[in-house]
């Protein structure tokens, strides 16, 4: 069972900057890993996820230009760099899993591992 915690998540102010971490239990090599996020009521939707090769990342349209995803595999870890943060990037930030060779999946469905989520707060 993948196990994944992330961190990072905070209150920032518009047009600031935050860096979120998934660090998961063991190796990561083969999975594609991804970020979603959440808000009350609503679907969890794709942020951003990044293929096992590295090669393949996909975007949500609000994160392009904005946030970056990136991964380590050694330390078994995915970043998400967020850039010129907005109001309406707050959510709970999900990170997940899925065992997975090629372009990663953009919907939730496929992960089959998620972590506990960490709240990013961008007052308006």
């Known amino acids: 069972q993948m196990q994944l915690v992330e961190s990072g998540g905070g209150l920032v102010q518009a047009g600031g900057s935050l860096r979120l971490s998934c660090v998961a239990g063991?190796?990561?090599?083969?999975?594609?890993m991804g970020w979603f996020r959440q808000v009350p009521g609503k679907e969890r939707l794709l942020v951003a996820a990044?293929?096992?090769?590295?090669?393949?990342?996909r975007y949500a349209d609000s994160a392009k230009g904005r946030f970056t995803i990136s991964r380590d595999n050694d330390k078994n870890t995915v970043y998400l760099q967020m850039n010129d943060l907005r109001p309406e990037d707050t959510a709970t930030y999900y990170c997940?899993?899925?065992?997975?060779?090629?372009?990663?999946?953009?919907?939730?469905?496929?992960?089959?591992?998620w972590g506990q989520g960490t709240q990013v707060t961008v007052p308006g």
């Open positions: 990044i293929a096992s090769n590295i090669n393949s990342t």
């Open positions: 063991r190796a990561i090599t083969y999975y594609a």
């Open positions: 997940a899993s899925e065992l997975r060779y090629g372009p990663p999946a953009t919907y939730a469905g496929p992960y089959t591992a």
